[in-house]
């Protein structure tokens, strides 16, 4: 069974310490609070206010849905737009939710898709990915050949194509798996990538596969794309590696693995895909019409206009919604588009605040855009309900996902952590926060499940209700608890993370440290950070480090990945070298080191701190503050633009 580590370790996300807490409800929009955001903008989220977000994904050949099925054909002809027959949809696509992901077997999912009904186009993604079939890590021609004769991006003009970063990321999973690196080669600069007006047309098909409705979505409206966000990638990647022993070596050997842990082969993985997320205009919608039963929608991208992606549908009118999901009063009612991420708890034992070492006790409540509830009060659904469609559109983790899709935003968990006033990044992440924090994460398919070495993990319906324990030397002040989740319903896929306050110690309520901010100068309106990845406002960017400050690089460190994804951005606007544009205080730019200059300067300092860059942990390592040797006081780089001390 081949088995990414980003498989393996992409669930280390669930399982470092976070802290949990309870809390007084509170919302907390855009701009309402730290001055620091525009007014979120919710695109359409629901029937009643307009239109619906549409997720249309596609792996190796046929359309697939986020929690892992294959979206299997329902008889409507695949016809091309000039009305010729295209290739017949397949009978057997891979198994993302078996053992061996790449492994082929007849689809099994329902892409159900709501008629008489507005949708805008908010995913369109297309991958192709094969295992150990390009081996040799000194020769990646034949990696890149693949990508540009074989697969479905065969027919876009490759020309000026060329190898871009070479990267190496580091994966641990105490008792599981063996600390190892990944390798990844980039390949960019093709003349396709360079072109800003394609577009992608949507048709509504009907069982004939005659078109019944059309949109047309220009390719620069779909705002987020960059592989350091998760998105588009053409690469070849090769994985449970040990670190290189020196400069320029490209194949140090494979990890053994640890005694009862998972399995570490030599994997040599490349993957082609385009995953463009995030629309910028919602006003431009495709309206479903009144049909029912099966269909198609297709997608034709006109930088491949003989090569349209054919998406098997069923639609459901309406009124033929079934009644799954309840109201308040708990009578059965049809489920609505969208997520609403709740959390409430029990009042503090005395007084108007939590004392620290007090017992909390909260309560996870997941609603669509129209108040309906998604759960049953005392249960959230298994993982085994969530795979088979059976969970009123909540998602789960499933690692095959990750590891086939490069796909990693399906975590659900609710993160607690406090007090904000100490929301401070790690510079070494082995230092102890300045925080406390703890996790709870929900159910997830993970090895065990998917081996049947846990017998029931799959079928294990996680409480609603959780209790934990407030440290006895919490500090005073306020805590957040951060609400994620994910759904996919309808042909909609969304993530909401929802952050909710409550006080500890005192009753005086304490402020984000205020050191990075500015995040509403681009993320406003149609671009706000509140309808990207996670869905948590720019408001609340200074607890993102409550999940993201681990020496693992599967889930990533704030500071790193921010860096990394706007310094490679082509649509970032500002000058790069202008920290002031996002950076608040003088402090929080004065704490430099090789891993987090390295997000912006690859290159930095050439072989000279080899070693280094490749030590995780230790008196000496890639973490260590340059600011104490090189780099303090007024030694910081001078071609930064720095805020005023």
């Given at each position: ?68 099925q ?20 397949p ?24 008629a ?129 022993r ?59 206009p ?43 034992a ?6 620290p ?49 490069m796909?990693?935003?399906s ?68 805590y ?11 042909g ?91 950076h ?19 290159s ?29 006081g ?12």
């Amino acid at each position: 069974m081949i088995r990414s580590i980003l498989l393996k370790s992409a669930w280390c996300a669930l399982l470092v310490p976070l802290l949990s807490c309870n809390l007084l409800k509170v919302t907390d929009d855009e701009g309402s609070t730290t001055g620091r955001g525009a007014k979120r903008f919710d695109p359409y989220q629901g029937l009643n206010s307009g239109a619906v977000r549409l997720s249309l994904q596609y792996i190796n050949g046929c359309a697939f849905l986020p929690n892992g099925q294959m979206v299997a054909g329902n008889g409507t002809p695949n016809l091309l737009p000039d009305g010729t027959p295209g290739p017949a949809y397949p009978g057997v696509c891979i198994t993302p939710l078996g053992q061996d992901p790449l492994t082929l077997s007849p689809p099994t999912g329902t892409l159900q898709i709501l008629a008489d009904t507005q949708y805008f186009l908010n995913q369109f993604s297309v991958s192709e990915t094969v295992v150990n079939q390009h081996t040799n890590p000194t020769d990646l021609s034949g990696a890149l050949t693949w990508i540009k004769t074989q697969t479905a991006f065969a027919g876009l003009d490759w020309g000026n194509v060329s190898q871009g970063q070479d990267e190496w990321s580091f994966y641990s999973l105490a008792g599981a798996v063996e600390e190892c690196w990944t390798r990844e080669v980039h390949f960019g600069n093709a003349n396709w990538q360079k072109v800003t007006d394609d577009t992608i047309t949507v048709e509504v098909l009907d069982e004939a596969g005659t078109p019944r409705a059309s949109q047309t979505y220009l390719r620069s409206e779909l705002l987020a794309s960059s592989p350091y966000a998760g998105h588009s990638r053409f690469a070849w990647r090769s994985e449970n590696l040990k670190p290189p022993r020196f400069p320029g070596d490209k194949d140090p050997g494979t990890v053994t693995g640890i005694a009862g842990g998972m399995a570490q082969p030599a994997t040599y993985r490349t993957v082609a895909r385009v995953d463009m997320v995030g629309s910028t205009n919602p006003f431009k919608v495709l309206r479903v019409p009144r049909l029912s039963g099966p269909g198609a929608l297709r997608a034709t991208w006109s930088q491949l206009p003989n090569r349209p992606f054919f998406f098997p549908v069923t639609y459901v009118l309406p009124d033929d919604r079934p009644s799954t999901c309840t109201d308040d009063a708990g009578q059965p009612v049809q489920c609505s588009p969208g997520l609403d991420s709740r959390l409430t708890f029990a009042p503090p034992a005395e007084g108007s605040f939590y004392k620290p070492g007090e017992p909390v006790s909260i309560y996870v409540d997941l609603r669509d855009s129209a108040g309906n509830h998604l759960h049953s009060p005392d249960l959230l659904p298994s993982a085994r309900e969530i795979i088979s469609n059976q969970s009123n559109g909540i998602m789960t983790f499933v690692p095959n996902v990750i590891g086939t899709v490069m796909e990693n935003d399906s975590i659900s968990n609710v993160a607690i952590a406090g007090p904000i006033q100490n929301f401070k990044v790690l510079g070494d992440p082995s230092d102890k926060p300045q925080f406390a924090a703890r996790p709870f994460p929900f159910a997830f398919i993970d090895d065990a499940t998917l081996t049947g070495l846990t017998p029931g993990l799959a079928d294990f319906k996680w409480p609603t209700r959780q209790t934990f324990t407030l440290p006895a030397d919490a500090q005073p002040g306020t805590y957040v608890a951060l609400v994620k989740f994910n759904r996919a319903s309808m042909g909609e896929r969304v993530a909401k993370l929802s952050p909710f306050f409550f006080q500890v110690g005192q009753d005086e309520a304490t402020s984000y440290p205020g050191n990075v901010g500015n995040c509403q100068i681009c993320h406003r309106g149609v671009n706000s950070l509140d309808n990207l990845r996670h869905g948590l406002s720019v408001d609340h960017i200074e607890s993102c480090k409550v999940c993201h400050h681990y020496d693992t690089d599967t889930v990533g460190r704030t500071q790193e990945m921010v860096h990394r994804i706007h310094m490679n951005s082509s649509r970032y606007p500002a000058d790069r070298a202008d920290c002031t544009v996002c950076h608040l205080t003088r402090k929080s730019t004065e704490r430099p080191s090789l891993a987090l200059c390295g997000s912006c300067h690859p290159s930095q300092h050439g072989d000279e701190y080899f070693q280094t860059a490749f030590k995780q942990r230790g008196a000496v390592n890639k973490f260590g503050n340059c600011a104490q040797t090189c780099h303090g006081g007024d030694q910081l780089p001078s071609s930064h633009i720095l805020p005023a001390k």
